[in-house]
């Protein structure tokens, strides 16, 4: 015998048994854990960036890439600027720091830490 044959001539051996025996029980045992268990609200996930919103990292890459975008826009208008009006370097200078101030209000924007205009009701 090599000890997967079953010990008695019935077909079913004491491990078999209890294997079965075993499962009911673990059946049994999670259904009562489920129908004790609050069922999970799915608007509140544990997991962070999973439904409730951009994650911090792709918030900061958000951030970074509209600083980054407003200096070179400025920078790179400035250079043209002078390069068709021969007016070097005060163009570059004026609209690298206009993108400065660009980049700046657009971070502040995205993140939130401006305060939306009020509008006006109107009573009909």
Known sequence: ??????SDGRGTSPDTA?????AKRLKRLETQIE?????????LSSRPGSSNGPSPLGQAMRLSTEFIAGVLA???LGWMFDHYLGTKPWGLI????????????????????????QTKKRDP
């Open 18 to 22: 209890r294997d079965d025996d075993l």
């Open 94 to 117: 004026f609209l690298l720091m206009l993108g400065f101030a660009t980049g700046i209000y657009n971070v502040m924007r995205v993140s939130g830490s401006l305060s939306k205009p």
């Open 35 to 43: 129908r004790k268990q609050p069922r999970a609200d799915p608007a």
């Open 74 to 76: 400025g920078g790179i």
């Open 1 to 6: 015998m090599s000890g997967n044959e079953p």
